[in-house]
């Protein structure tokens, strides 16, 4: 389980606040206007901020003060952050050995098994330069996948792809959280992303991060940060 325990982040210009839990192995949406924190709530988790109060925890663990390296997650952002000059099988290895040192027999069988699950089975000489949108967002989720974390956390990593390509990678993700029975939080301005991907939804508006809610009762009775920023309904 994943807590916020009494979170605050203020930067001076800007304030969320966060004090909930989310279940093991649930896959949660988090929606809300441009600019409401919803990228600064998963960097609050990932480790690349820090809380001004309160605290976050992993399974009954405090990880508040972790490094990111040693936190529970791996990332899906829209870029990827693939090395370009690196093929996937470089790309890949780093996340199994960010020192750059060889992978053992056993790490060389993962790397190869992720790309075939995410369907890129003989890309591994590649480099993402040469691979269409959905090829490269495909080796970002091998990526996540070969890190083998119990939380992913996804900001809008589908939102530069096509509509049929986004509903595959939706798929994709869907499928192998639930294999893996992994905790997901994606960002998404994305309604009916939100409502294919997500069982609850996180509404952040209003400096609030709210706590998650079963989303098509939230969808069919949306608060008013909430229709104020889907426009209709
Ligand atoms: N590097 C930064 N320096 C200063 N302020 C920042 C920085 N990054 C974000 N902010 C501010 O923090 C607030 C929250 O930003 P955040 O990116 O978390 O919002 P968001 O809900 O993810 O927005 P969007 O949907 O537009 O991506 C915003 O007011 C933004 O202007």
Known sequence: ????????YDTGG????????????????IIGPSGAGKSTLLDLIAGFRAPTTGHILWN????????????????LFQDNNLFPHLTLR??????????GRHLT?????????????????????????????GQQSR?????????DRPCLLLDE???ALGPAMRAEMQDLVIDLATRVAATALLVTHDPAEAERFATKAIVVADGVASPPENIKTLMQNPPKALTDYLGSK
């Open 139 to 147: 080796a970002g989720l091998a990526r996540a996948l070969l890190q």
């Open 90 to 99: 470089q790309n890949l290895s780093l996340a199994l050995r960010p020192d």
């Open 105 to 133: 027999a056993d790490q060389r069988r993962a790397l190869i098994d992720a790309l075939a699950q995410v369907g890129l089975a003989g890309y591994e000489d590649r480099k993402p330069g040469t691979l269409s949108g």
């Open 60 to 75: 009954g663990t405090d990880i508040t003060a972790h490094a990111p390296g040693a936190r529970p997650v791996a990332l």
């Open 14 to 29: 800007f304030a969320l606040s966060a004090d909930f839990s989310v279940q093991t192995g649930d896959r949660v949406a």
């Open 157 to 159: 990593p589908f939102s």
């Open 1 to 8: 389980m994943l807590i916020f325990d009494k979170l605050t």
